[in-house]
């Protein structure tokens, strides 16, 4: 978008220009600093500015369309000035070297400026330009009341450096802001994933058989009805099993042990009226040098409607086990793959609850709809919405609704969370001027269409392929495996990731 003011510009034209591009603005934006409190930090580099130059006026200006904003003010009564009137929109646009007005008086662009025949009665004026991003933003100035001898080139030398170091803490600033912005949308996030886990009655968890401690979703404690905590001991968790149901459980456990790997269990939790039922689903990950598990992964769900529903709700309830069963199939290869990936327990329950979670936002919205479809436009808005902002989206989504298969969104749903995750993380979304563009349409003829859906990321960090690919560039290429004549296409571009999805479109019932 071209934002430059359509208007004849007071300042000579090739100010102006320099003023008003695009990219120029864009960055200056970016910084979100236009109108914020003062700061002690800029306030002592613009101190040192006035002392190193002899200079009773000093400044830190960020040059706008409109008008020059001081985010440092010394001995000058007023916040900001128009641009038209700047002599420092005059230095941004002379280069990256420092511009010095000896006498305004003398000199043909500013003797009949108001700064000069008015009241501040400029007539010496040094300003370097401080660069961001590659971008003149503004300058360090300094200014008197009375003609100065041409600054020494020691002098400027210093000025230019001091003009630096603001840029700088512009940028370091900002980085700290984002990073900010950044952490509030992963405890966005993270407090939507508990909510969704809830709503599912699904905990997952790491169990570390040589401590005998289970490091899991809070939820867990709460289906076995002990205290709130993240942290169990596998000994608390059988003690909290019905009494009738220890022996099976003890022994598919103890047959994981020993060599089959896969557990699955369903079992009542003791001292329940009415009976709360449990399932388990677990496998060993890793085993020492003699064989013995030292490590277990797993969830915990809430079965208790499906023993204890009449007839009817028996019938409901044995679809969505063989949807759950599915759903679980999944899980496990997500916990599997994030587990290899993971160097430490914790690690692994962040990344695997993230991905749970996507799950589970796909797995509702099926089971609202009885396992019918997903509308694209719908999945799209709960996925990928979350991680972007509100009051300034960088995110632009297009598309006709069309209705996906339930192995199509649940596919879909998983990829597009580990876009949207590692684009916020490490991609465009990290970075203030970065963009998304996310974009689907429909191919071909009836009997023949297809869904082709594009993620593009501009504006962020430069990309490097990386040396070897992580799960998540796994999970994106191989989310839709049970969707036959899917394609999934997965780049990483120096302007930024982009991935195509191609996959055909059925006929389903609304």
């Known amino acids: 978008m071209d934002n430059r003011v359509e208007k004849a510009p007071a300042l000579p034209a090739e100010v102006f220009d320099a003023v008003t591009a695009p990219d120029r603005l864009a960055v200056l934006h970016g910084l979100d600093a236009l109108d914020t409190a003062a700061d002690p930090d800029f306030d002592r580099i613009s101190g040192l500015a006035a002392a190193v130059m002899h200079a009773p006026v000093a400044l830190i200006t960020l040059i706008d369309v409109e008008r020059q904003w001081f985010k440092s003010c010394i001995g000058f009564d007023e916040t900001e000035t128009a641009t038209e009137i700047s002599f420092c929109a005059h230095a941004i646009a002379a280069g990256d070297e420092p511009m010095v007005v000896a006498d305004a008086t003398l000199d043909p662009r500013f003797a009949g400026n108001p700064l000069v025949t008015g009241k501040h009665h400029v007539r010496f004026y040094a300003g370097a330009p401080m660069v961001v991003a590659g971008i003149r933003i503004g300058t360090l100035c300094v200014l008197d009341?009375?003609?100065?001898?041409?600054?020494?080139?020691?002098?400027?030398?210093?000025?230019?450096?001091?003009?630096?170091?603001?840029?700088?803490?512009?940028?370091?600033?900002?980085?700290?802001?984002?990073?900010?912005?950044?952490?509030?949308?992963?405890?966005?996030?993270?407090?939507?994933?508990?909510?969704?886990?809830?709503?599912?009655?699904?905990?997952?968890?790491?169990?570390?058989?040589?401590?005998?401690?289970?490091?899991?979703?809070?939820?867990?404690?709460?289906?076995?009805?002990?205290?709130?905590?993240?942290?169990?001991?596998?000994?608390?968790?059988?003690?909290?099993?019905?009494?009738?149901?220890?022996?099976?459980?003890?022994?598919?456990?103890?047959?994981?042990?020993?060599?089959?790997?896969?557990?699955?269990?369903?079992?009542?939790?003791?001292?329940?009226?009415?009976?709360?039922?449990?399932?388990?689903?677990?496998?060993?990950?890793?085993?020492?040098?003699?064989?013995?598990?030292?490590?277990?992964?797993?969830?915990?769900?809430?079965?208790?409607?499906?023993?204890?529903?009449?007839?009817?709700?028996?019938?409901?309830?044995?679809?969505?086990?063989?949807?759950?069963?599915?759903?679980?199939?999944?899980?496990?290869?997500?916990?599997?793959?994030?587990?290899?990936?993971?160097?430490?327990?914790?690690?692994?329950?962040?990344?695997?609850?993230?991905?749970?979670?996507?799950?589970?936002?796909?797995?509702?919205?099926?089971?609202?709809?009885?396992?019918?479809?997903?509308?694209?436009?719908?999945?799209?808005?709960?996925?990928?919405?979350?991680?972007?902002?509100?009051?300034?989206?960088?995110?632009?989504?297009?598309?006709?609704?069309?209705?996906?298969?339930?192995?199509?969104a649940v596919g879909l749903g998983l990829i597009l969370h580990e876009l949207a995750s590692n684009a916020l993380q490490y991609g465009s979304l990290s970075a203030a001027s970065g963009r998304v563009d996310l974009t689907w349409k429909a191919e071909g003829k009836r009997g023949a269409r297809r869904l082709v859906l594009t993620w593009r990321e501009s504006g962020g960090p430069q990309v490097e392929p990386p040396d070897r690919h992580g799960f998540g560039s796994i999970l994106i290429r191989r989310s839709l495996a049970k969707v036959i004549s899917s394609e999934v296409t997965h780049e990483f571009r120096p302007e930024g990731v982009f991935a195509e999805i191609s996959m055909p479109l059925e006929d389903l019932p609304k």
């Open 145 to 408: 009341r009375k003609p100065h001898a041409f600054p020494s080139a020691a002098k400027l030398e210093q000025l230019k450096a001091l003009a630096g170091l603001a840029a700088s803490l512009f940028t370091l600033k900002d980085a700290t802001r984002n990073g900010a912005i950044a952490a509030a949308a992963l405890e966005r996030e993270e407090k939507r994933r508990a909510i969704a886990l809830d709503a599912a009655s699904l905990a997952s968890w790491a169990w570390d058989i040589r401590t005998d401690i289970i490091e899991c979703d809070v939820l867990l404690s709460e289906l076995f009805n002990l205290p709130r905590s993240n942290r169990l001991r596998a000994r608390d968790i059988l003690a909290a099993i019905d009494p009738r149901d220890v022996y099976q459980t003890e022994t598919r456990f103890r047959d994981a042990l020993t060599g089959s790997d896969d557990y699955f269990g369903e079992y009542r939790v003791k001292g329940m009226h009415p009976p709360r039922w449990v399932a388990t689903r677990g496998r060993v990950i890793e085993r020492d040098g003699d064989g013995k598990p030292t490590l277990i992964f797993g969830v915990n769900y809430d079965i208790t409607e499906r023993k204890l529903g009449d007839e009817r709700q028996r019938l409901l309830l044995r679809e969505l086990n063989h949807r759950v069963k599915n759903t679980l199939a999944t899980v496990q290869a997500l916990a599997t793959q994030t587990v290899r990936h993971a160097r430490q327990p914790s690690e692994f329950l962040e990344a695997f609850g993230a991905r749970l979670q996507a799950l589970g936002v796909a797995h509702n919205l099926l089971s609202d709809r009885e396992w019918r479809g997903i509308g694209i436009r719908e999945l799209v808005q709960i996925e990928v919405k979350p991680f972007d902002s509100t009051e300034r989206p960088r995110m632009t989504i297009s598309g006709a609704d069309l209705l996906l298969t339930p192995d199509q």
